[in-house]
C-alpha cells in the first residue's frame, strides 16, 4: 500500500460520497489543511452548493487551482471490480469514484501547494484554491457565482490552472488551453393532430420539420480557426407519435447542441437556426440554454510555464488543444485571466471501475510544483 501524501489525500476523498450537488466533508478537509498553510478560508453557500475560495497573500499576481469535490453517480456499484466510495489500489493503480475527475486534480494541486509553501513560505504573489460541489450537475451555484462575487470586489485571478483530466496517454500530453463554446436548443414542432387516412385535415410536425433539420444539419456554420475546428451541430433526441399506428402526432420534440468556435456566439447561432426553420416554414417554438463560451487563453507565460514544467518532469512537449467538452475554465477565462486545464489521464472519467495510475499523481504533483516556481519566484 502506497503511503505517498498525495494517494493518502485522494482515498480520504474519494471515500466522501460527494455525488453533485454535496460535498460530504470534502471542502472541509482542505480547509483544515489550507488554514494551517496560512490560507484565508471563505466559505460561499450558494442554495444547495458548497464552495470554498481560499487566498494566501494580497499581492499579485494571484494563481489560482481550480476544482471540483463533486463526482457523477456510479451506475449499478455491483458492475464496480471495487466499491466506488472506497478508495482501492491495485497494480499500481487507484479505484474509485473520483480518482481522475478530479479528485484526483484536488488532491495532487493540494500536496502541490503545501510542499512548494513549505519550501518557498516567502513566495511572491498570491496562492489561492477555487472549489465548487456543483460542476457536474446544473453548474448555476458554483464556480460561476463565485466569480461574480470576486469580479464585484475587484479580487482578479492572473493565472489559473484547472486541474480537470486533461491527459490523454501520458500526463502533461495534453494541455487544454481553450474550450468550444456550448449551446442546447429544446425545440417544439407544432403540428395538427388527426387520423392519418385523413391527411388533409392534419398537419404533420415531423414531416414539416425534417427538411429543415437536414439543412441544419449539412450547414457549415463557419471555418473553424488556428485554436477550433469548426462549429459543429448535433441532433441528440428527437421524440414524436403517440404509440398509435393510425395516428399523426400534434407535435414532435427535438433536442440539439451546437459546438461553437470564437467566430460565432449564440446570438448569430440562434438567428441563423430560426432563419433556416423560417424558410421551411416551421411551426415551432425554442428554449435556448446558454452553456457557455468559447474561450482561448494564447501561448504566453502560463502555458510556456505549463509546457516547460511538465518537459522538466515528464520530457513530454505537450500539444495544446480545444477539444473535448466544457469545464468551469469558461467562467474564469472571461475575467482575463490565463487558463488552463491540466490534469490525469481521461481514459476512465465517467465510468465504471474509473481509476487513476499512482505514478502519474506523484508525476502531477511535481508538475504543479514546478509551476508554481516558476511563476511566483524569480
Same mark, same amino acid.
Not at 498553510?37 to 494580497?58: P, Q, S, V, Y
Given at each position: 500500500m502506497s503511503n505517498s501524501p498525495v494517494v493518502l489525500l485522494l482515498k480520504d476523498l474519494v471515500n466522501r460520497r460527494s455525488i453533485t450537488p454535496h460535498d460530504a466533508g470534502c471542502q472541509p478537509l482542505l480547509i483544515e489543511r489550507l488554514e494551517k498553510?496560512?490560507?484565508?478560508?471563505?466559505?460561499?453557500?450558494?442554495?444547495?452548493?458548497?464552495?470554498?475560495?481560499?487566498?494566501?497573500?494580497?499581492q499579485s499576481p494571484l494563481f489560482c487551482f481550480a476544482g471540483h469535490t463533486d463526482v457523477v453517480p456510479t451506475g449499478p456499484e455491483n458492475l464496480w471490480k471495487y466499491p466506488p466510495f472506497q478508495a482501492t489500489e491495485c497494480d499500481g493503480k487507484l479505484y474509485g469514484r473520483g480518482t @481522475? +475527475?478530479?479528485? =484526483?486534480? $484536488? &488532491?495532487?494541486?493540494?500536496?502541490?501547494? #503545501?510542499?512548494?509553501?513549505?519550501?518557498? @513560505? +516567502?513566495?511572491? =504573489?498570491? $496562492? &489561492?484554491?477555487?472549489?465548487?460541489?456543483? #460542476?457536474?450537475?446544473?453548474?448555476?451555484?458554483?464556480?460561476?457565482?463565485?466569480?461574480?462575487?470576486?469580479?464585484?470586489?475587484?479580487?482578479?485571478?492572473?493565472?489559473?490552472?484547472?486541474?480537470?483530466?486533461?491527459?490523454?496517454?501520458?500526463?502533461?500530453?495534453?494541455?487544454?488551453?481553450?474550450?468550444?463554446?456550448?449551446?442546447?436548443?429544446?425545440?417544439?414542432?407544432?403540428?395538427?393532430?388527426?387520423?392519418?387516412?385523413?391527411?388533409?385535415?392534419?398537419?404533420?410536425?415531423?414531416?414539416?420539420?425534417?427538411?429543415?433539420?437536414?439543412?441544419?444539419?449539412?450547414?457549415?456554420?463557419?471555418?473553424?480557426?488556428?485554436?477550433?475546428?469548426?462549429t459543429s451541430f448535433q441532433i441528440t433526441q428527437f421524440n414524436a407519435g403517440t404509440g398509435a399506428s393510425n395516428m399523426v402526432p400534434g407535435d414532435a420534440h427535438v433536442q440539439c447542441n451546437f459546438r461553437y468556435s470564437t467566430q460565432l456566439n449564440a446570438e448569430k447561432i440562434s438567428?441563423?437556426?430560426?432563419?433556416?426553420?423560417?424558410?421551411?416554414?416551421?411551426?415551432?417554438?425554442?428554449?435556448?440554454?446558454?452553456?457557455?463560451?468559447?474561450?482561448?487563453?494564447?501561448?504566453?507565460?502560463?502555458?510556456?510555464?505549463?509546457?516547460?514544467?511538465?518537459?522538466?518532469?515528464?520530457?513530454?512537449?505537450a500539444e495544446l488543444s480545444t477539444s473535448g467538452g466544457t469545464s468551469d475554465a469558461r467562467f474564469i477565462a472571461p475575467t482575463g485571466a490565463q487558463v488552463v486545464e491540466v490534469g490525469v489521464c481521461n481514459a476512465t472519467i465517467h465510468k465504471v471501475d474509473e481509476h487513476v495510475h499512482i505514478e502519474d499523481l506523484k508525476q502531477l504533483t511535481l508538475i504543479y510544483q514546478r509551476v508554481l516556481e516558476k511563476l511566483l519566484l524569480c
Open positions: 498553510l496560512g490560507f484565508i478560508c471563505e466559505i460561499m453557500h450558494f442554495e444547495d452548493t458548497l464552495n470554498l475560495w481560499a487566498r494566501r497573500g494580497t @481522475a +475527475d478530479m479528485k =484526483g486534480g $484536488i &488532491a495532487t494541486f493540494m500536496i502541490a501547494v #503545501e510542499q512548494f509553501i513549505q519550501q518557498h @513560505a +516567502d513566495h511572491q =504573489g498570491s $496562492i &489561492a484554491m477555487l472549489i465548487t460541489s456543483d #460542476e457536474e450537475g446544473p453548474f448555476i451555484n458554483g464556480t460561476t457565482r463565485v466569480i461574480d462575487c470576486l469580479e464585484k470586489r475587484n479580487e482578479k485571478i492572473d493565472y489559473c490552472i484547472v486541474g480537470e483530466p486533461s491527459s490523454t496517454n501520458q500526463v502533461g500530453d495534453v494541455i487544454k488551453n481553450g474550450r468550444r463554446g456550448s449551446l442546447t436548443a429544446d425545440v417544439q414542432i407544432i403540428g395538427t393532430q388527426g387520423h392519418v387516412a385523413y391527411p388533409h385535415l392534419v398537419k404533420n410536425p415531423i414531416h414539416n420539420c425534417l427538411l429543415a433539420f437536414a439543412e441544419l444539419s449539412t450547414e457549415i456554420w463557419d471555418s473553424g480557426n488556428a485554436y477550433f475546428p469548426p438567428s441563423r437556426m430560426q432563419s433556416i426553420l423560417d424558410k421551411h416554414h416551421v411551426s415551432y417554438k425554442i428554449k435556448w440554454t446558454y452553456n457557455g463560451s468559447p474561450f482561448v487563453t494564447q501561448p504566453g507565460k502560463l502555458t510556456d510555464a505549463v509546457r516547460d514544467a511538465i518537459f522538466e518532469i515528464n520530457a513530454l512537449k
